[in-house]
């Protein structure tokens, strides 16, 4: 029986259209294979000298190996790969700095740029102009500004922080003379250059300094008064 449908499976499998990918043959194969292997264990269970010829065992050999060679070729051409799936597209723009997504470059302040800030408004058509005051970084580069102590009128002012140093720096203003305070305005951080802040302030006491890690704890800062 085994030997005729053992030709029969091949014939199956050859004729197969192996472009779509038929399951027919690998079925056939590990059917028969289930089948073999039933056969072998009730023959060796009713009869233990089975096989009881040389040819008879080289034949059941023969069998249990090519069944299983059978069904893991068939097993093997008829296996299909699914499409890949498209990309998802949900229709909304990228949001800048997702995962996978490039944030938009930092600019960078090249020395001896002026660097203008965010927090400079235009005048108003009719308004006076603000009121300026330089702050300069010591140009040698010490961690100090050359002026300790300012004092100006209330309202709106603008600073120029002047830093001809080659060390960055910048000028931040803090309300109160504490060692902290709320914050009020600041200028980025930069080296051999300048800027300008412009800022409303309160009457009050105030205190400038440079944000950089370990420029105020050597000394950069100075008092702000304000009348």
Request: net charge positive.
């Amino acid at each position: 029986m085994l030997a005729v449908a053992i030709p029969k499976a091949a014939t199956v499998l050859a004729a197969s259209n192996l472009h779509e990918k038929s399951k027919v043959a690998f079925y056939i194969f590990a059917g028969l294979l289930a089948a073999w292997a039933v056969f072998v264990s009730f023959a060796g269970l009713r009869r233990p000298e089975f096989p009881n010829t040389p040819q008879i065992a080289r034949g059941v050999m023969g069998i249990s190996i090519a069944l299983p060679v059978a069904t893991a070729a068939a097993a093997v051409l008829t296996a299909s790969i699914p499409p890949p799936a498209p990309p998802y597209d949900s229709g909304k723009a990228p949001i800048p700095g997702q995962k996978g997504q490039v944030p938009p470059p930092t600019p960078l302040v090249a020395p001896g740029a002026t660097t203008p800030t965010a927090t400079t408004p235009a005048p108003a058509p009719g308004a006076p102009a603000p009121r300026m005051t330089e702050i300069d970084a010591d140009p040698s580069g010490q961690l100090a500004f050359l002026q300790k102590s300012v004092s100006l009128k209330a309202g709106k002012v603008t600073f120029n922080f002047v830093n001809r140093a080659p060390v960055p720096h910048n000028l931040t203003i803090q309300q109160g003379t504490g060692a902290t305070g709320p914050f009020v305005a600041g200028t980025a951080t930069f080296a051999s250059g300048s800027a300008k802040l412009t800022t409303t302030l309160k009457p009050g006491s105030y205190t400038f300094y440079c944000s950089v890690p370990g420029h105020r704890a050597a000394g950069m800062q100075g008092t702000l008064t304000v009348q």
